[in-house]
C-alpha cells in the first residue's frame, strides 16, 4: 500500500510539471537560432553587468518637516579676509532682540589681501565648482555623499615678511541664539551700549576704509569637511571709500545622513546687495559688511538610500526572462519573414496530402468496376 502511495504521489508530482522535457530527437538546431542565442546571451550579460552597477549607485532622498527646535544655539563658522588692518575693523553679531553676541570665538590675522599662486588656482577651482553648481544641481548630491564627519583641518598661510600686511583674516565661530540677525563688519572695535552696541570708529581715518572682501568659508551648523557653502570663494573689490556690502541669507536647517556621516547642518541662500553711501546723494548709512540671516520654518531631512538586495534580483530575472521571450518571439517572427520572402511558405502545402487521400477511392472504383471485354449479357456457365 505505502508503494502504491509513493507511485500515485509521484504521478500527480509529474502531471504538475510546468517544465516537461522534450527528447533531443525532437529538437532542431539552426545555425539562425544559434547566432540569436548568442545576441541574447550578450544582451544578458551587458544587462546584468550595467544593473549590478546600478545597484551598487545611491540616490539621495529629501524629505521635509517643521523645524520644532527652538531652544539651540545656531553656530556661524566663519573665515573670510577683509582688506583693512585689524586694528581698524570690529565684527559682532546682533540679532533680534537687541542681544549683543560676544564674538569670543573669533580671531584676527594680520595677512596679505593678495593670494598666493597656490591660493589663486583653489580660489579658481572654487569659482568653478560655484558656477557649476548654480547649472547642475545633480552636483549636490555628489558634494553631500562625499561629506566626512570630523573637525576640518586647519588652514595655514604663509605669510610674507617682506611685504606689508594690508588685510586682516576673520576666522573663527560664534554661537548665537535661532532668531533673526546681523552679522557686520564695520569701522572701529565694538563696545557695549545700554541701547545695543556701538562701534568706536572717530580714531579712523576715513582714507584707510577698504571693505574689499573675500568669503573663504562661511557656513552655519556644524561644520563638515567636503560641503561647500553657497557664499564659499566670493570675493568683493571696491574702490570706493564708503561702501557698504549686504547679503540676506534664509537658513534651511538640514539633518544630513549618508553612510559616511550623519550631522546636523544647515543650508541657506543668498541675495546681494552693494551700494556707495553718499549722503549728499540720499545714499545713507554705514560702510561695512552686514550679513542679516534669518531661519526658514522648514527642515530638510536628506538621506543616503540604496536598493535592497531583493529588488535587484527581481530586476535581474525580469532581464533574463524578458530577453528570453523576446528574442524568441523575434526569431519566429524573422523565420515567417524569411519563408515568405524566399517562397518557401506554400498556401497549397496541403495540397498532395489531399490527392494521396482520393487515390485509394479511385482505386476502389476500378476494382468495382467490370472488365470492358466482359459480355454481361451472356450467361455464365
Same mark, same amino acid.
Given at each position: 500500500?505505502?508503494?502504491?502511495?509513493?507511485?500515485?504521489?509521484?504521478?500527480?508530482? /509529474?502531471?504538475?510539471?510546468?517544465?516537461?522535457?522534450?527528447?533531443?530527437? +525532437?529538437?532542431?538546431?539552426? %545555425?539562425?537560432?544559434?547566432?540569436?542565442?548568442?545576441?541574447?546571451?550578450?544582451?544578458?550579460?551587458?544587462?546584468?553587468? =550595467?544593473?549590478?552597477?546600478? +545597484?551598487?549607485?545611491? #540616490?539621495?532622498?529629501?524629505?521635509?518637516?517643521?523645524?520644532?527646535?527652538?531652544?539651540?544655539?545656531?553656530?556661524?563658522?566663519?573665515?573670510?579676509?577683509? %582688506?583693512?588692518? &585689524?586694528?581698524?575693523?570690529?565684527?559682532?553679531?546682533?540679532?533680534?532682540?537687541?542681544?549683543?553676541?560676544?564674538?569670543?570665538?573669533?580671531?584676527?590675522?594680520?595677512?596679505?589681501?593678495?593670494?598666493?599662486?597656490?591660493?589663486?588656482? #583653489?580660489?579658481?577651482?572654487?569659482?568653478?565648482?560655484?558656477? /557649476? =553648481?548654480?547649472?547642475?544641481?545633480?552636483?549636490?548630491? =555628489?558634494?553631500?555623499?562625499?561629506?566626512?564627519?570630523?573637525?576640518?583641518?586647519?588652514?595655514?598661510?604663509?605669510?610674507?615678511?617682506?611685504?606689508?600686511?594690508?588685510? &586682516?583674516?576673520?576666522?573663527?565661530?560664534? +554661537?548665537?541664539?535661532?532668531?533673526?540677525?546681523?552679522?557686520?563688519?564695520?569701522?572701529?572695535?565694538?563696545?557695549?551700549?545700554?541701547?545695543?552696541?556701538?562701534?568706536?570708529?572717530?580714531?579712523?581715518?576715513?582714507?584707510?576704509?577698504?571693505?574689499?572682501?573675500?568669503?573663504?568659508?562661511?557656513?552655519?551648523?556644524?561644520?563638515?569637511?567636503?560641503? *561647500?557653502?553657497?557664499?564659499?570663494? @566670493?570675493?568683493?573689490? @571696491?574702490?570706493?571709500?564708503?561702501?557698504?556690502?549686504?547679503?540676506?541669507?534664509?537658513?534651511?536647517?538640514?539633518?544630513?545622513? @549618508?553612510?559616511?556621516?550623519?550631522?546636523?547642518?544647515?543650508?541657506?541662500?543668498?541675495?546681494?546687495?552693494?551700494?556707495?553711501?553718499?549722503?549728499?546723494?540720499?545714499?545713507?548709512?554705514?560702510?561695512?559688511?552686514?550679513?542679516? +540671516?534669518?531661519?526658514?520654518?522648514?527642515?530638510?531631512?536628506?538621506?543616503?538610500?540604496?536598493?535592497?538586495? #531583493?529588488?535587484?534580483?527581481?530586476?535581474?530575472?525580469?532581464?533574463?526572462?524578458?530577453?528570453?521571450?523576446?528574442?524568441?518571439?523575434?526569431?519566429?517572427?524573422?523565420?515567417?519573414?524569411?519563408?515568405?520572402? &524566399?517562397?518557401?511558405?506554400?498556401?497549397? *502545402?496541403?495540397?498532395?496530402?489531399?490527392?494521396?487521400?482520393?487515390?485509394?477511392?479511385?482505386?476502389?472504383?476500378?476494382?468495382?468496376?467490370?472488365? %470492358?471485354?466482359?459480355?454481361?449479357?451472356?450467361?455464365?456457365?
Amino acid at each position: 500500500m505505502r508503494r502504491l502511495n509513493k507511485k500515485k504521489a509521484l504521478t500527480l508530482v /509529474r502531471e504538475l510539471d510546468a517544465f516537461p522535457k522534450v527528447p533531443e530527437s +525532437y529538437v532542431e538546431s539552426s %545555425a539562425s537560432g544559434g547566432t540569436v542565442s548568442i545576441i541574447a546571451f550578450s544582451a544578458m550579460a551587458v544587462l546584468a553587468f =550595467l544593473e549590478f552597477f546600478v +545597484y551598487r549607485d545611491t #540616490w539621495m532622498k529629501y524629505e521635509y518637516e517643521v523645524d520644532k527646535d527652538f531652544s539651540s544655539k545656531l553656530r556661524i563658522n566663519i573665515d573670510m579676509t577683509v %582688506a583693512m588692518r &585689524c586694528q581698524y575693523i570690529g565684527a559682532d553679531v546682533l540679532d533680534l532682540a537687541e542681544t549683543m553676541v560676544a564674538s569670543d570665538g573669533l580671531k584676527y590675522e594680520a595677512v596679505n589681501f593678495e593670494l598666493s599662486p597656490q591660493q589663486k588656482i #583653489w580660489h579658481m577651482t572654487l569659482l568653478h565648482i560655484q558656477e /557649476r =553648481l548654480r547649472v547642475e544641481h545633480s552636483l549636490q548630491d =555628489l558634494i553631500f555623499k562625499s561629506a566626512m564627519k570630523g573637525s576640518p583641518p586647519a588652514e595655514s598661510r604663509s605669510v610674507d615678511s617682506s611685504t606689508s600686511l594690508n588685510a &586682516c583674516r576673520i576666522h573663527g565661530h560664534l +554661537y548665537v541664539n535661532k532668531v533673526a540677525g546681523n552679522f557686520h563688519i564695520t569701522v572701529g572695535k565694538s563696545i557695549p551700549h545700554p541701547r545695543g552696541h556701538a562701534h568706536l570708529a572717530a580714531l579712523v581715518s576715513h582714507d584707510s576704509f577698504n571693505f574689499s572682501h573675500r568669503i573663504d568659508h562661511l557656513s552655519f551648523g556644524e561644520d563638515i569637511p567636503g560641503v *561647500i557653502s553657497t557664499l564659499d570663494g @566670493t570675493e568683493k573689490v @571696491t574702490t570706493d571709500a564708503n561702501h557698504m556690502f549686504q547679503y540676506f541669507i534664509t537658513i534651511v536647517p538640514t539633518k544630513l545622513n @549618508t553612510y559616511n556621516v550623519a550631522a546636523d547642518m544647515h543650508q541657506y541662500s543668498v541675495t546681494e546687495r552693494e551700494r556707495t553711501i553718499n549722503h549728499a546723494a540720499g545714499s545713507h548709512g554705514i560702510s561695512g559688511i552686514f550679513m542679516k +540671516y534669518d531661519m526658514s520654518s522648514l527642515m530638510v531631512k536628506v538621506s543616503e538610500q540604496h536598493m535592497p538586495l #531583493w529588488k535587484f534580483l527581481v530586476r535581474l530575472c525580469g532581464i533574463v526572462g524578458g530577453i528570453f521571450s523576446t528574442t524568441g518571439m523575434l526569431h519566429s517572427v524573422m523565420g515567417f519573414v524569411v519563408d515568405v520572402v &524566399c517562397c518557401r511558405f506554400q498556401m497549397g *502545402i496541403y495540397k498532395p496530402l489531399k490527392s494521396q487521400e482520393d487515390h485509394p477511392m479511385k482505386m476502389q472504383e476500378e476494382q468495382a468496376a467490370p472488365p %470492358a471485354d466482359i459480355n454481361l449479357s451472356q450467361p455464365v456457365s
